[in-house]
C-alpha cells in the first residue's frame, strides 16, 4: 500500500519526508490558503523538488481547460513521471481525465462519494480513484464499504486503477484502509506520526533501555558530578545548609584524612530534632554513624541496583579508594 503525505505545510513534509519511505504528497488549495500561501505556482515547484510523486490539483470547467492547466503546470519545470493531476470528479471531470490518460499524464479523480462516480472515472483510465472517508462519514454514510466496494470493482474488473483512501481522521482509518486492502492512502503527519505509537511497546523499550544501561554503565559515569561532603568539625546547621545546596537528603562526613566518618540524612535530622532540639548546635563529629551503603565508582550499575534493592536506600555513598566521590541516587540506574 503507498503512503502519501496529505499536507502543505513546508515543516511538516520536510519532517515527513524525512522519514525516507513516503511515496508522495497530496496537497489542495484549500490547505495552501490555510497555510497563507500566495504564490501557488511557485509553491507547486518548490514542493516538486522535495517530494517523489506531488500530486496537485488541475481546475477547469471544462475537460479542455483542465488539460490546458494541467500542461500549464508541467511547463512550470515539473517532471510528469512525478506528477498526479487532482482533478474533482464531474462528467466534465472524467473526460479530462481520459484526455489527459491519452497523452500519458497521470490522474487522481477525487472528491469521489459514490460508486457510480468510482466507476466513471475508472472507466476513464483513473491513475488513482479518492474516495473522502472521513468527509462522509461526517455525513452519517458507511464510508468503509464504500470504499470495500471500489476496490472490488478494481479487482474484479481489472482496471488499471488505484483507491486511495483520504480524508483520515483517526488512527483507525489507516487500520480500516489496511484491512479494506486499498492501493494507497493519504495521511496527514498527526496521524502519521501517532502509527508507531503504543504504550506497551514504550514500556517495554524504556525498560530495555534501563536493562542496557544497567549491564554497560559505570557508577562514576552515571553520578551528576556532585560530591556533597563536609568536614567532621562542620557544625549541624551548616551541614543542614549544604544538604540544601547540593540538592541531595544527605551529605558525606569526612575525617581529616579524607576519608569516610559517616554519611548523615534528612531522616537522621529529623530523629535528632524529635528526641533533642540542642542537636542544632553540636558539629558533625559530636554524632553517631553507622557504616555507610556505599559502592565503588568503578563497578556497573548492575552491582548497584543490587545494593538498591537489599537495602531499599535511595541514596548510595560512591567512593574511589575509600575517598567520597558523590552519591548516587536510585533515578541514576535510569539514566
Known amino acids: 500500500m503507498e503512503l502519501y503525505l496529505d499536507s502543505a505545510n513546508?515543516?511538516?513534509?520536510?519532517?515527513?519526508?524525512?522519514?525516507?519511505?513516503?511515496?508522495?504528497?497530496?496537497?489542495t488549495p484549500t490547505f495552501?490558503?490555510?497555510?497563507?500561501?500566495?504564490?501557488?505556482d511557485g509553491t507547486i515547484v518548490k514542493l516538486s523538488k522535495i517530494v517523489p510523486v506531488l500530486q496537485i490539483e488541475a481546475l477547469g470547467n471544462t475537460a479542455e481547460e483542465v488539460l490546458k492547466e494541467a500542461e500549464r503546470q508541467l511547463k512550470l519545470g515539473l517532471d510528469p513521471k512525478k506528477t498526479v493531476f487532482k482533478i474533482p470528479v464531474s462528467l466534465e471531470g472524467v473526460r479530462a481525465c481520459k484526455m489527459l490518460r491519452n497523452k500519458g499524464y497521470l490522474v487522481?479523480?477525487?472528491?469521489?462519494?459514490?460508486?457510480?462516480?468510482?466507476?466513471?472515472?475508472?472507466?476513464?483510465?483513473?491513475?488513482?480513484?479518492?474516495?473522502?472517508?472521513?468527509?462522509?462519514?461526517?455525513?452519517?454514510h458507511d464510508a468503509l464499504a464504500l470504499v470495500e466496494q471500489c476496490v472490488t470493482a478494481v479487482e474484479y474488473y481489472g482496471y488499471d486503477t488505484k483507491i486511495m483512501f483520504?480524508?483520515?481522521r483517526t488512527t483507525e482509518h489507516v487500520r480500516n484502509a489496511i484491512n479494506i486492502g486499498v492501493h494507497t492512502i493519504t495521511v496527514p503527519l498527526k496521524i502519521l506520526k501517532s502509527l508507531t505509537d503504543n504504550n506497551?511497546?514504550?514500556?517495554?523499550?524504556?525498560q530495555f533501555i534501563t536493562d542496557t544501561r544497567l549491564m554497560t554503565v559505570r557508577v562514576r559515569e552515571a553520578i551528576n558530578g556532585v560530591n556533597p561532603v563536609v568536614s567532621a568539625d562542620t557544625r549541624l546547621t551548616d551541614a543542614i545548609i549544604k544538604m540544601t545546596?547540593?540538592?541531595?537528603?544527605?551529605?558525606?562526613?569526612?575525617?581529616p584524612d579524607g576519608s569516610v566518618k559517616g554519611v548523615f540524612t534528612d531522616g537522621d535530622l529529623?530523629?535528632?530534632?524529635?528526641?533533642?532540639?540542642?542537636?542544632l548546635s553540636k558539629k558533625m563529629s559530636d554524632l553517631t554513624y553507622k557504616t555507610p551503603v556505599s559502592i565503588d565508582s568503578e563497578v556497573l550499575l548492575n552491582d548497584a541496583a543490587a545494593i538498591f534493592k537489599k537495602t531499599s536506600v535511595d541514596t548510595i555513598l560512591v567512593t574511589n579508594d575509600g575517598k567520597p566521590v558523590g552519591m548516587l541516587d536510585i533515578q541514576d540506574l535510569k539514566g
Open 200 to 206: 506497551f511497546t514504550q514500556l517495554g523499550t524504556d
Open 270 to 279: 529529623r530523629r535528632l530534632l524529635s528526641k533533642d532540639r540542642e542537636m
Open 108 to 140: 487522481n479523480v477525487h472528491l469521489v462519494y459514490t460508486l457510480q462516480q468510482a466507476y466513471m472515472a475508472m472507466q476513464a483510465g483513473a491513475t488513482y480513484v479518492c474516495p473522502l472517508v472521513g468527509r462522509l462519514q461526517d455525513q452519517g
Open 166 to 168: 483520504s480524508s483520515v
Open 245 to 255: 545546596e547540593y540538592g541531595f537528603g544527605a551529605v558525606t562526613v569526612t575525617n
Open 10 to 27: 513546508l515543516k511538516e513534509i520536510e519532517e515527513g519526508f524525512k522519514l525516507g519511505f513516503l511515496n508522495g504528497l497530496t496537497t
Open 32 to 40: 495552501m490558503q490555510r497555510e497563507g500561501v500566495t504564490d501557488i
